[in-house]
């Protein structure tokens, strides 16, 4: 069974840095492009970030490009988002989801990141 | 970037109408197009790829067509657990974009 699994500090000032893992499961990671998604509170989806499955290529959204990172650590079957610089608009939760070559085939539960003094 | 434009935002419908939802994209995305359906605070469950191929265990009530750069999701008869909100979304390119979502609800 394929689980994806998100953590990391809910809470972060405006101008802060959080990392957000996602630990991966049920299926060969290191072949599969893993991917970013956030939804801010009665939104919509909005695609932030792709790392190909052999780490060697990335992908951002223009909306966090220069502020975000993505890597991606196939030992542990873990995916990271590194967020610089926040903002009260980066408050969402934030879906870790896999490639499946047709979309996203799964979907982590999402974590709730929220911006505030 | 490939903007998708989805409509309509909400729509009312009872349970055994037929509904249809329509995603139109700004360029050819070569069918490279995905359906997906949200319940509130879970995550998104895809429904159908490649702008018309039905993912296994997805009720055959749920159907995708294309023509161009404007896609279409049709629900043949809406039953109790349909009422959700759908998004589609483009993987033509690496660069994703979703359309902005249609909230089907009960009239």
């Known amino acids: 069974e394929v689980q994806l699994v998100e953590s990391g500090r809910g809470l972060v000032r405006p101008g802060g840095s959080l990392r957000l893992s996602c630990v991966a499961s049920?299926?060969?990671?290191?072949?599969?492009?893993m991917v970013w998604v956030r939804q801010a509170p009665g939104k919509g989806l909005e695609w932030l970030s792709t790392?190909?499955?052999?780490?060697?290529?990335?992908y951002y959204a223009g909306s966090v490009r220069g502020r975000f990172t993505i890597s991606r650590d196939d030992s542990r079957n873990t995916v990271y988002l590194q967020m610089n610089s926040l903002r009260v608009d980066d408050t969402a939760t934030y879906f870790c989801?896999?490639?499946?070559?047709?979309?996203?085939?799964?979907w982590g539960r999402g974590i709730l990141v929220t911006v505030s003094s | 970037d490939i903007q998708m434009t989805q409509s309509p935002s909400t729509l009312s419908a009872s349970v055994g109408d037929r509904v249809t939802i329509t995603c139109r994209a700004s360029?050819?995305?070569?069918?490279?197009l995905a359906w997906y359906q949200q319940k509130p605070g879970k995550a998104p469950k895809i429904l159908i790829h490649?702008?018309?191929t039905l993912e296994s265990g997805v009720p055959s009530r749920f159907s995708g067509s294309d023509s161009g750069t404007e896609f279409t999701l049709t629900i043949s008869s809406l039953q109790p657990d349909d009422f959700a909100t759908y998004y589609c979304?483009?993987?033509?390119?690496?660069?994703?974009?979703f359309g902005q979502g249609t909230k089907v609800e009960m009239k």
């Open positions: 989801a896999k490639d499946g070559g047709r979309g996203v085939d799964y």
């Open positions: 049920g299926f060969t990671f290191s072949k599969y492009a």
């Open positions: 790392m190909s499955g052999s780490g060697g290529s990335t």
């Open positions: 360029e050819d995305i070569s069918r490279y």
């Open positions: 490649k702008a018309s």
């Open positions: 979304q483009q993987y033509n390119s690496y660069f994703w974009t």
